[in-house]
Nanobody, 111 residues
């Protein structure tokens, strides 16, 4: 019954912005760990941004200052605002809530 539905990906030029959404159902959103991960071709899946204890955000060094993770508990939705996108940000992005994963959504940064 746990479902995570991602949306908001697509193709964007370098320097552009995208906002990813992850809508959750069937899980206690207030108590669950949550974060965003990505996997580029030929690379291991890596953590991009996640909430730590106290709802403070952790970010990978590669995205600090450019990405912002947020959540709306009333809507059971988590977001990833991505600004100043670079070609190296190209990957499939996955949201994670608890031990559940979203379906993955493609983000392509290219001219």
């Amino acid at each position: 019954q746990v479902q995570l539905v991602e949306s908001g990906g697509g193709l964007v030029q370098p320097g552009g912005s995208l906002r990813l959404s992850c809508a959750a159902s069937g899980i206690n959103f207030r108590l669950a760990f949550m974060g965003w991960y990505r996997q580029a071709p030929g690379k291991e899946r890596e953590s991009v941004a996640a909430f730590s204890f106290g709802a403070l955000a952790n970010y990978a060094d590669s995205v600090k200052g450019r990405f912002t993770i947020s959540r709306d508990s009333a809507k059971n939705t988590m977001y990833l605002q991505m600004n100043s996108l670079k070609p190296e940000d190209t990957a499939v992005y996955y949201c994670r809530v608890g031990v559940q994963w979203g379906q993955g959504i493609q983000v392509t940064v290219s001219s």
